[in-house]
């Protein structure tokens, strides 16, 4: 199974050219299913049914997971069971009729101006690294680029005759 494992994300990363960190999230949410089955003595992808999936559901609602999460962690499986099908590895696909949870649509919690102001001033602008710490505050306030893209950014990514900085968003979108 953990080769399978292995040949999916492989053919994840060359074929549809995934961003390392969804690789990496598939990585993990698929060893959690092998362990799950390895643990009720599955030995093979094709003794996986859709009753196998929902129970590996329910052990994860059960373990407190978020919606967010046990979704994640199917559409994992599911995307792992449509590349198996494909490529006549297994004979069904258990994944066909199974629905993820309900996430809930809130709103992202902000902060307040005084709250924002207050985290401007936490730099020490008396030192390189306070220096660093500020702009990098007013990059992420100003522009409302995520961390990830700002850590990647690079001195031939910012345009400062231009007024504007270039980065890559999640998938290498550039934005």
Do not use: W
């Amino acid at each position: 199974m953990e080769q399978m494992v292995d040949t999916y994300l492989l053919h994840l990363k060359v074929e549809r050219g995934l961003a390392k960190n969804t690789l990496d999230s598939y990585r993990r949410d698929l060893k959690k299913f092998v362990g799950y089955l390895r643990s009720n003595d599955i030995n093979t992808l094709n003794e996986v049914d859709r009753r196998m999936i929902m129970s590996f559901m329910e052990d994860l609602h059960n373990q407190h997971r978020a919606p967010a999460t046990i979704s994640r962690n199917l559409a994992a499986i599911r995307s792992f069971y449509s590349f198996l099908t494909q490529e006549s590895l297994v004979k069904a696909n258990p994944t066909t009729e199974l629905d993820a949870p309900k996430i809930p649509k809130r709103l992202p919690n902000v902060m307040t101006v005084s709250q924002v102001a207050i985290l401007m001033e936490q730099p020490n602008g008396n030192n390189a690294a306070g220096l660093r710490d500020k702009a990098m505050l007013e990059l992420l306030y100003a522009t409302g680029i995520r961390v990830s893209e700002l850590v990647d950014l690079n001195l031939v990514d910012v345009n400062l005759e231009m007024g504007f900085l270039r980065c890559l968003g999640k998938g290498s979108k550039e934005r």
